[in-house]
């Protein structure tokens, strides 16, 4: 006889059934037991199967973070059905796209966003609508717990990536990859049973799924933030501890600054951050400072979850000045080469990657997944070099490596050396033809000190860089200037374009 295997919906009835009375969501004023958010993803799960939805098809969720998202996501948990997130900042095509890729049966919105799928006429009498019509299909709906033979293999969520040169692609999170995240989650970064997890990112992006659902398969409280809200974030801070607190790239210094303007009295973070590979290293400083809480040195992505290497701190109050990285346990790592043969020590090479975290293709993209996935393993279009001791240093995306003269030049480490300028808010190096080189690097600066001159950034490039990675043209721009995808990436391909026209 052989056991069913558990999945994300299995756990959660478990872990409801242990702790009926403790606090899942805190959303603003409302508060759901886990008792309650049992009940209504069962509603709301039993109701979308008596719409004639089987386990398998797909579910958009456009909606802003709210005690809903969460439902709707144990929900498709306990059915079977596939969750697609939609990101609400998106265009029109782009959300059009979207939606169409993935061919939906039915779509959660919030009234807010009627007009936009009325527009682009958008599963138009396929809808549920978050309010008195959710309400309503809960209601009607019986409370028990659709146990129902699911596979951990099924897919649960699927989050789009940010494509900086095209149409995003849907990365399909199995229940095995979120289970197994959630305990990476738990083990690499030590978060004790019961703990209470900020979401304030947007959670159709990972990191709010993913440590939601965590926090929530290990009796913890999801405290559901709609976007960056510093004081409502700071009010969470002061009043529970928690071991993570996500900071990300952008939003450092000012809440650092909203930090000490409120005098803030927090109660407990263990550990602060994400990306500081994006991250001027005083703000970094400043922040762990303040928050007495160490700075996560991350290093992973939607296909991935936090492997390959995520779990290295940054010491309270350290400006760093390398970001070496630990890999993390779970998985396989390997730095290849363009024909797929692992590199010496100290050669940057692309990561491919395996573990249980790791997600199941982009959907409907058979072509991406082959290439992605050729040899058994993920290559994720990054750069690493591994050093002597084991540990990683990122070096930069694949497709921005710049060719000049033969010599590989990774834009990141130009821009991390112009960054530790604390005369420079912002720094993108793109490739520019050139008949000499092939190719040569020029790089974007925002500063925050109009004396800063050309001269001054070769200067700084001169002191730290090899001379054939110095750029050949240095192009101040504000910082509003810089055409950004839907996510706040710089479309490094729009500036190559730029310069091609200039």
């Known amino acids: 006889m052989i056991a069913r295997q558990p999945t994300v919906g ?34 709301l799960g039993q109701a979308l199967l008596d719409r004639g939805l089987e386990p398998g098809d797909r579910v958009c969720l ?10 709707v996501e144990l ?30 049966k039915l779509l959660i919105a919030q009234a807010d966003y009627q007009e936009t799928l009325d527009r682009l006429h958008l599963m138009e009498n396929l809808r549920i609508v978050i309010g008195p019509d959710y309400e309503h299909h809960l209601a009607m709906a019986p409370a028990t717990y659709p146990d129902i033979d699911l596979d951990p293999e099924d897919g649960l969520i699927i989050l789009y990536t940010s494509g900086t040169t095209g149409l995003s692609k849907g990365a399909l999170i ?8 959630g305990m990476c989650y738990a083990s690499e970064l030590e978060v004790p049973i019961g703990d209470n997890f900020v979401a304030w990112a947007p959670f159709f992006h990972m990191v709010s799924t993913d440590r939601s659902i965590a926090t929530l398969l290990r009796g913890g409280t999801v405290h559901v933030v709609d976007g960056y809200q510093p004081d409502k974030i700071i009010d969470i ?111 940057p090479g692309e990561v491919a990657v395996r573990g249980p975290t790791l997600f199941s293709g982009y959907w409907n993209a058979d072509e991406a997944n082959a290439i992605a996935f050729r040899g058994g393993w993920f290559h994720m279009g990054d ?32 821009e991390n050396v112009l960054l530790a300028d604390n005369r420079i808010d912002e720094a993108v190096v793109v490739r520019k033809n050139d008949t000499a080189w092939g190719e040569v690097p020029v ?13 001054d ?22 910082a509003s200037e810089l055409p950004r995808s839907t996510t706040g990436k710089v479309r490094r391909h729009e500036l190559e374009q730029r310069l091609e026209s200039d």
């Open 443 to 455: 790089v974007f600066v925002v500063r925050n000190e109009s004396n800063l001159t050309e001269a």
């Open 383 to 414: 750069v690493m070099r591994r050093n002597l001791d084991g540990t990683l240093d990122y070096v930069d995306r694949v497709k921005y490596m710049i060719k000049s003269g033969g010599e590989n030049i990774y834009p990141a480490e130009i």
């Open 62 to 71: 456009l909606a802003r973070n709210c005690a809903e998202y969460v439902e």
């Open 174 to 181: 199995s229940h095995r990859a979120m289970i197994a995240r």
């Open 75 to 104: 929900a498709a948990a306990k059915t079977g059905l596939i969750v697609a997130a939609l990101n609400w900042r998106l265009s029109d095509p782009e959300l059009r796209h979207c939606v169409e890729l993935v061919e939906p």
């Open 237 to 347: 801070i002061e009043g529970v501890p928690m071991r993570a607190l996500v900071l990300i790239p952008g939003m450092i210094e000012p809440f650092t600054a909203a930090l000490n303007e409120r005098n803030a009295k927090v109660k407990s973070v263990g550990l602060c951050g994400t990306m500081a590979d994006l991250v001027p290293p005083e703000e970094i400083a400043a922040a762990t400072r303040r928050l007495g809480a160490r700075y996560v040195n991350s290093f992973g992505s939607t296909e991935t979850g936090l492997p390959p290497a995520t779990g290295a701190t940054i010491p309270v109050g350290f400006a760093p000045t390398r970001l070496s990285k630990r890999q993390s346990a779970f998985c396989e790592v390997r730095l290849v080469d363009p024909n797929d043969d692992d590199v010496p020590l100290g050669i």
């Open 10 to 43: 299995a756990l959660f009835h478990s872990r409801a059934a242990a702790n009926p009375d403790h606090l899942a969501i805190v959303d603003g004023d409302r508060v759901l037991t886990y008792a309650a958010l049992e009940e209504r993803s069962n509603r």
């Open 457 to 478: 950034v070769l200067e700084r490039c001169r002191h730290d860089l090899s001379s054939y990675k110095h750029p050949k043209d240095v192009i101040f721009i504000d």
